[in-house]
């Protein structure tokens, strides 16, 4: 047992609070003047579910105070696993902090930020004195459950969201452990197929979604990185998912700037070849994982069955 500490240094105290390991988020605001601001916050928490309110809180010697107070409602955007340099760029001071950001226009002007976790749009409900910081309660009024890997903070260092590997297999949504097969089962090549990829897939799904990157993103990216330039029906052949996705796909990449389209055929950008290739080191290390136990000759003759499967 540790001996606690009573002595209150406020970089030690930083650091002891760092163990406990937060989301983060931009808070938005747009006074009815038509001035805005967004402060990157990772004081975010729910309060109550009825009526629905949440809190966060602001340094009072922070310059957007002003705005907040008067501004009728904020926005939190939750932050995905891929908008690093979102936080980044509302934790620093500046005099326009929207001048090349996308946003659109949230209840009561605030802006809202593409592609998030999550965004919760609320009215200013109370304002409460917290020592150095406002802490302020809103109350949710509207809200969009957009499902990306959330960005997390923990120790002074960016994180990503895994599951426990002591609860992976029995994860909400997943089936569990394969039992020993018999019968008819035993020998179904189709129902070995989709329990082999069911498996495959509980620790690298995760792994994949931890990039900011939905299934569709991530594949689109792999392929366009080995083929620079496909058109949409092409793409949809190589990535095998419905046309509704894939194109909300290409649209979200494009606006990342991770592909380009040019004459119908979307093409990978330097930064999007960056992004694959983080991919296929994932992809590359899970394989490895998964077969290392299988002699080259045995894997050679399964590429050889997948590859015919595919063709057909």
């Known amino acids: 047992m540790t001996n606690p500490v009573t002595a209150f240094?406020?970089?030690?105290?930083?650091?002891?609070?760092?163990?406990?390991a937060t989301g983060i988020t931009v808070i938005t605001a747009r006074t009815p003047g038509g001035e805005m601001s967004g402060v990157t916050a990772n004081s975010f928490n729910s309060v109550s579910l009825d009526p629905p309110l949440i809190l966060w809180?602001?340094?009072?010697?922070?310059?957007?105070?002003?705005?907040?107070?008067?501004?009728?409602?904020?926005?939190?955007?939750?932050?995905?696993?891929?908008?690093?340099?979102?936080?980044?760029h509302f934790a620093r001071p500046s005099d326009d902090k929207f001048a090349g950001i996308a946003h659109g226009a949230g209840l009561g002007g605030a802006p809202v930020l593409p592609d998030c976790s999550a965004v919760f749009q609320c009215e200013k409900y109370e304002t409460v004195d917290g020592?150095?910081?406002w802490i302020?309660?809103?109350?949710?009024?509207?809200?969009?459950?957009?499902g990306r890997s959330p960005l997390l903070y923990h120790q002074g260092a960016y994180s990503v969201a895994l599951p426990h590997a002591r609860?992976?297999?029995?994860?909400?949504?997943?089936?569990?452990a394969l039992r020993a097969l018999e019968g008819r089962l035993s020998t179904n090549l189709y129902y070995l197929m989709t329990q082999a990829v069911r498996a495959y897939q509980q620790d690298y799904q995760p792994?994949?979604?931890a990039?900011?990157?939905?299934?569709?993103?991530?594949?689109?990216?792999?392929?366009?990185?080995?083929?620079r330039q496909l058109s949409l029906e092409a793409l949809l052949d190589e990535i095998n998912l419905p046309r509704s996705e894939v194109e909300a796909a290409a649209e979200i990449l494009q606006r990342k700037l991770l592909v380009a389209c040019r004459d119908g055929r979307y093409q990978i950008t330097a930064k999007g070849i960056?992004?694959?290739?983080?991919?296929?080191?994932?992809?590359?290390?899970?394989?490895?994982?998964?077969?290392?136990a299988i002699g080259d000759d045995e894997l050679a003759a399964f590429r050889k069955v997948l590859t015919l499967l595919a063709a057909n």
Request: charged residues 25%; glycine residues 6%.
């Open 274 to 292: 960056e992004q694959a290739a983080r991919l296929w080191q994932i992809a590359a290390a899970e394989q490895q994982k998964m077969f290392s």
């Open 207 to 209: 792994l994949q979604l």
């Open 136 to 146: 302020l309660i809103g109350k949710v009024v509207s809200f969009d459950d957009i």
């Open 57 to 88: 809180s602001i340094d009072k010697r922070s310059g957007s105070c002003r705005i907040f107070e008067a501004a009728t409602h904020f926005a939190v955007n939750v932050l995905a696993a891929d908008q690093i340099d979102l936080s980044n």
């Open 167 to 176: 609860f992976a297999d029995n994860a909400e949504g997943q089936a569990p």
């Open 211 to 227: 990039t900011g990157l939905r299934t569709g993103e991530a594949r689109m990216l792999m392929v366009l990185e080995q083929d």
């Open 131 to 133: 020592g150095d910081h």
């Open 9 to 20: 240094d406020p970089k030690a105290f930083r650091r002891a609070l760092g163990n406990f």
